[in-house]
């Protein structure tokens, strides 16, 4: 046996050979794997939050802008309120105020008779009560209730007040004539006080009020009702009252009457003229003279004719006017403007001149010249 022979093969217990495996194959839709740690896709979480952040702000914005539309539109409703009130009470307060002052042209009427006076205070008392009712009608913005009331209180006052001296005047024909201006004077002062609860309770707090409430534009309006508050006073009003029992009991033949010039001064310079010593006036389109007049007599006057002359070549300048009334021991003055151009250089007379009334026994203060020399420097 040879060599060979004795060999024993085992080959068959051998493995045999593998063939080797082929890769898988990979899907033409994946990517292979990289080194590292998976990553995200770029922007895939910030883009998200972005959008997110500008919805919010978007959002946030218009919350913003409505809060301010609807804060915008309630305060032009509560301005537009406010001035809708403010424009009622407005011609409330005007008609108010135009009694006041048919009150006082009554008052001063030259020659008016009690039963006139009476007749007509009782007109404007129910004019006055109109004025309440209107004002009763109107719907004040809850934050000018009270002060509304003040208002209508006001007009109340004013109302009693012109009853009151409707009624009191029947009361005086048998008293003196101090004791009858008192008994008027009481109701005069309830218009003062109607001007007082006007001004102090409705139109100041009500004013404060639309300030506090950042109201801008709408403008409270005013009431006054007596042109003159010195009407209260008792010299005036029984000066007021003789006047008026004068004109209707007439004028005794014994009266005394008269008005006198009292002065007269060149304006603007202030100088006053003297019937002794000239005086140099600076001539301007500014030149002016004032007269003062004086009721020296009992009774009051009316219709008190004023001349001023002034002499000049060719032709005199000569300026009228005339008091309405002088009430006794009272001094009104008129001042002559618009001039015109004077003779400058030479001296001249300025003359003044009141109307002498009927029955007048003294003359002598009634014209008086005075020396000037116009200059224009």
């Known amino acids: 046996m040879s060599e060979r022979d004795t060999e024993i093969d085992f080959d068959f217990f051998e493995e045999p050979d593998q063939e080797p495996e082929e890769p898988p194959r990979r899907s033409p839709l994946r990517r292979a794997p990289r080194d590292g740690p998976p990553r995200r896709p770029a922007g895939g979480g910030i883009a998200p939050l972005v959008r997110l952040v500008v919805v919010i702000a978007i959002a946030i914005a218009l919350v913003v802008l409505l809060v301010f539309l609807v804060d915008r539109c309630r305060g032009d409703g509560k301005a537009e309120?406010?001035?809708?009130?403010?424009?009622?009470?407005?011609?409330?307060?005007?008609?108010?105020?135009?009694?006041?002052?048919?009150?006082?042209?009554?008052?001063?009427?030259?020659a008016v008779k009690q039963a006139d006076v009476e007749s007509r205070l009782r007109g404007l008392a129910t004019r006055q009560r109109q004025d309440i009712e209107q004002a009763s009608g109107i719907d004040p913005p809850g934050a000018l209730r009270e002060?509304?009331?003040?208002?209508i209180e006001a007009l109340q006052l004013r109302a009693s007040g012109l009853d009151g001296m409707a009624n009191a005047f029947p009361r005086t024909t048998d008293v003196q004539p101090r004791e009858a201006g008192?008994?008027?004077?009481?109701?005069?002062?309830?218009?003062?006080?109607s001007d007082i609860v006007w001004d102090d309770l409705f139109r100041e707090p009500a004013a404060r009020e639309l300030e506090r409430r950042d109201v801008t534009g709408v403008v409270v309006p005013d009431s006054n009702f007596l042109e003159d508050p010195n009407v209260v006073a008792l010299a005036q009003m029984t000066s007021i009252y003789r006047r008026i029992r004068g004109a209707t009991v007439g004028i005794p033949k014994n009266a005394i009457r008269g008005n006198g010039i009292v002065s007269v001064t060149a304006l603007p310079q202030n100088i006053q003229l003297s019937t002794d010593e000239p005086r140099v006036i600076r001539a301007s389109t500014r030149l002016a003279f004032r007269v003062a007049v004086e009721n020296s007599g009992s009774v009051a006057e009316g219709d008190v004719r004023v001349t001023l002359t002034i002499r000049k070549t060719p032709a005199n300048i000569v300026k009228s006017a005339v008091i309405e009334l002088i009430n006794p021991g009272q001094t009104q003055t008129v001042t002559f403007t618009n001039i015109g151009a004077v003779d400058i250089g030479p001296r001249t007379t300025v003359t003044a001149e009141v109307k002498p009334v009927l029955n007048e026994r003294t003359l002598e203060n009634n014209v008086f010249e005075y020396p000037v020399f116009f200059s224009v420097a």
């Open 81 to 110: 309120a406010y001035e809708d009130y403010m424009t009622d009470v407005s011609a409330v307060a005007t008609d108010s105020q135009q009694v006041g002052r048919d009150f006082t042209e009554l008052l001063n009427e030259a």
């Open 147 to 151: 002060q509304h009331e003040q208002l």
């Open 182 to 193: 008192e008994l008027l004077a009481d109701q005069v002062r309830r218009l003062l006080a």
